[in-house]
């Protein structure tokens, strides 16, 4: 099992490009969601999807779009980056069954906005 | 308004002796709490978690105390060794289908 992969690892964008950040689990986990994580601070929720086929706002949601593409995949966008959005982006996935209420994370994707 | 805080940014022990870091919430919402382990550049790792109906939970040198009544919980590492040395998330959640996250200590453990 792979669990959580994030893919690119690394990306340099100019103010205003856009880009979708990927994401997929070989977990057969329902819920899925996106952090960004800015220096010295933890873990703030862009968006979430408790199932496939629904997705909810998180605490920093602004300049994001995302897609829950199916069970396995969250994709998320940014339609025109700004300087802002530099952070080191984090996707994750849990199953919530039983009261399990632990997350599993991918590596990451360090982001740089010029 | 931060609900999850964790007040030290960092703490430093010696190999061998116990490493405490606190975590404070104020959403009495709150009803499962966890805490994650973070090495740079990887993703955080679940290390252990309690429900808010038991006010301790133990795996192996890992221990979370939950105190309710002061919305305050602690994670225990008993004996800390240099492979501790991380950056420790506590988190919290209501059953709503997401975590609040704290912005974690970084534990250095001395050999």
């Known amino acids: 099992n792979a669990g959580v992969t994030q893919t690119p690892k690394f990306q340099v964008l100019k103010t205003g490009q856009s880009m979708t950040l990927q994401c997929a689990q070989d977990m057969n986990h329902n819920s899925m969601y996106w952090y960004r994580q800015d220096p010295g601070m933890g873990l703030r929720l862009i968006y979430y999807s408790a199932s496939e086929g629904t997705t909810d706002k998180g605490e920093v949601p602004n300049g994001y779009n995302v897609s829950r593409l199916n069970k396995r995949e969250f994709s998320l966008r940014l339609e025109s980056a700004a300087p802002s959005q530099t952070s080191v982006y984090f996707c994750a996935s849990s199953s919530r069954d039983r009261g399990s209420y632990e997350q599993y994370f991918g590596p990451g994707t360090r982001l740089t906005v010029t | ?111």
């Open chain 2, 1 to 111: 308004d931060q609900q999850v805080k964790q007040n030290s940014p960092s703490l430093s022990v010696q190999e061998g002796r116990i490493s405490i870091l606190n975590c404070d919430y104020t959403n009495s919402m709150f009803d499962y709490f966890l805490w994650y382990k973070k090495y740079p550049a990887e993703g955080p790792t679940f290390l252990i978690s309690i429900s808010s109906i038991k006010d301790k939970n133990e795996d192996g040198r890992f221990t979370v105390f939950l105190n309710k009544s002061a919305k305050h919980l602690s994670l225990h590492i008993v004996p800390s060794q240099p492979g501790d040395s991380a950056v420790y998330f506590c988190a919290a959640d209501t059953n709503a289908g997401k975590s609040t996250f704290g912005d974690g200590t970084t534990l250095t453990v001395k050999p």
